[in-house]
């Protein structure tokens, strides 16, 4: 696995989507365990893919990869979209069990506090209480 220096070296302001789900996989990848890790890793995978189509949408017949271009602030924004519209109508790596889909969704909400802990987006994740 790669070590601390091949983290990208940047300011913060600088890093891209890329830049960042790279720290973030390394981040936990000794604090997770093969399972749980494997399923980080095809969460940033999906997403990646799906905030792609999202910035393409416009671009008629061009698929452009953007994650290694755009800032990642705006990717809390992408989260109700990842899941309802890209996740829920798909079988991605065959995750279609409710446990496993369950788990996207907490890892949708530890990925986005972790962006705002970070100070790569200004986006705070509220969740609501259902009282």
């Known amino acids: 696995m790669a070590n601390a220096s091949t983290l990208p070296d ?9 830049d960042v789900f790279f720290e973030y996989l390394y981040t936990f990848k000794d604090k997770a365990n ?5 399923l980080l890793m095809k969460f940033v995978l999906l997403f990646r893919e799906c905030y792609d189509i ?9 698929k452009k990869a953007v994650t290694n271009e755009l800032t990642p602030e705006g990717l809390p924004d992408l989260c109700n979209e990842f899941y ?8 991605f790596f065959d995750i279609d069990e409710q446990d496993e889909r369950n788990e996207i969704i907490e890892i949708i909400q530890h990925f986005c506090i972790w962006l705002f802990k970070n100070e790569y987006t200004k986006s705070k994740l509220s969740l609501a209480s259902s009282s």
């Open 84 to 91: 309802g519209e890209f996740m829920e109508p798909n079988n």
């Open 34 to 38: 093969d399972k749980y890790f494997s």
């Open 54 to 62: 999202s910035k393409n949408k416009d671009n008629t017949g061009q």
């Open 10 to 18: 940047k300011p913060k302001n600088e890093k891209t989507c890329d």
